[in-house]
Structure formats: C-alpha cells, structure tokens
C-alpha cells in the first residue's frame, strides 16, 4: 500500500449539517456548531470528515442538487 492509498483504512464520519448542531438557536445545525464539535469528532479517532451539502438546494437530491 501507497502513502495514496491511506482511505483504504481510514475512519470516516459524515456530518449532516442541518441536524448535527444548532449554535445559533434558530433549531438548524450550521457549520459553527460543526466547528464547536470538532473536539468530540476528534476524540472518535476519525481521520476523514465527510460534510454532507450546505448550499441553497431545492432538496430533490437530499442537497446534492445545488439550485
């Protein structure tokens, strides 16, 4: 195995951003409530974070589909 190939065993985490952590109160995740968690992610052992869509989306594509 190649220094190229470290995702073969790497451990990945998906965020979903919405639902993650809300900093502002407004009830939706945000990325400053990612950023406030970064510690508790780091502290699983991940070595990859996987941050699901955050643009504007008419969500036909769970927010892969950027409007």
């Known amino acids: 195995m190649t220094k190229n190939e470290w ?4 451990v990945i985490y ?5 639902s993650f ?3 502002n109160g ?6 400053a409530g990612i ?4 510690d ?7 070595d990859v974070v996987w941050l699901s869509p955050v643009f504007t989306s ?7 589909d950027i409007s």
């Open 35 to 38: 950023t406030r968690r970064l």
């Open 14 to 18: 998906q965020v979903y951003p919405r």
């Open 26 to 31: 407004d009830g939706v995740g945000d990325l």
């Open 40 to 46: 508790h992610i780091a502290s699983l052992g991940v």
């Open 58 to 64: 008419p969500q036909k594509d769970m927010g892969y």
């Open 21 to 23: 952590q809300d900093d």
């Open 7 to 10: 995702w073969r065993h790497a």
